[in-house]
């Protein structure tokens, strides 16, 4: 995935025809298009074609099952046209490798959930959200999921894992957070769902979020 804006959108709508005019409408600003369970259940596995026309895709089902599950499940993902996968860590290190040798197998990415964004993120995972950023670039993960939210989390998270893993960060805007913070924090990419797709002009809604991100490396905020 290349970094240029270093935006992802979380196209968490589930109509078809208002995912597609989305994400070409802010295609310029996006450096990939995050889908999950809303979209697909509504549109199914065919959308995600259609969508990678815009953008590289990333499939967002925070897959959590035994090995082989896990297995089947990444080998449909990346057989309809995703680029990367967000699968969950506390399942622990054999089915974490069952995902990582699909998505080597098909030359594509994972992603793996430290914690989560909203306030029970806190709860569960973040006690374990270290030692799963130790096992996930052990493993040969592309990347961390971690909170925008706690921008202080993305930096513990960066000083384990330095310049191994990548970090997408989720939860910017109506989660709270805010995209030149978590930046600064750390992260590699921010990700930006409602903020965006629930805007009256999504393309500006995401041009803005893409220049924020820019000033921020620039220096100039």
């Known amino acids: 995935m290349e970094k240029k804006s270093c935006l992802i959108l979380a196209l968490d709508v589930s109509d078809r025809e208002e995912a597609l005019k989305i994400a070409e409408d802010v295609s310029e600003f996006v450096d990939a ?35 082989n599950t896990n297995r089947l499940i990444c080998e449909h993902v990346f057989e309809a046209g995703t680029d990367a996968v967000i699968v969950q ?7 974490l490798d069952a995902c990582i040798e699909i998505a080597s197998e098909y030359g594509k990415d994972v ?11 806190a709860e569960f995972l973040q006690p374990v959200g270290e030692a799963i950023a130790r096992m996930a670039a052990e493993a040969g993960a592309f990347g961390l999921v971690a909170p925008a939210t706690r921008p202080e989390r993305v930096t513990a998270i960066r000083k384990i894992i330095g310049d191994k893993l990548t970090i997408i960060s989720p939860g910017v805007g109506a989660q709270g957070g805010k995209a030149s913070d978590v930046i600064a924090a750390g992260a590699d990419w921010v990700i930006v769902g409602r903020a965006i797709y629930k ?12 220049a924020e991100i820019e000033a921020k490396l620039k220096g100039e905020i």
């Open 33 to 67: 298009i995050k889908v999950g369970y809303p979209l697909i259940l509504a549109t199914g596995l065919g959308i995600i074609r259609e969508l990678a026309e815009f953008a590289p895709i990333i499939a967002d089902f925070k897959v959590a099952d035994i090995p």
């Open 89 to 95: 860590g506390f399942t622990g290190r054999d089915s």
């Open 111 to 121: 992603f793996v959930v430290s914690e989560m964004s909203h306030p029970g993120g």
């Open 199 to 210: 805007a009256e002009s999504p393309r500006e809604a995401a041009r803005k979020i893409a």
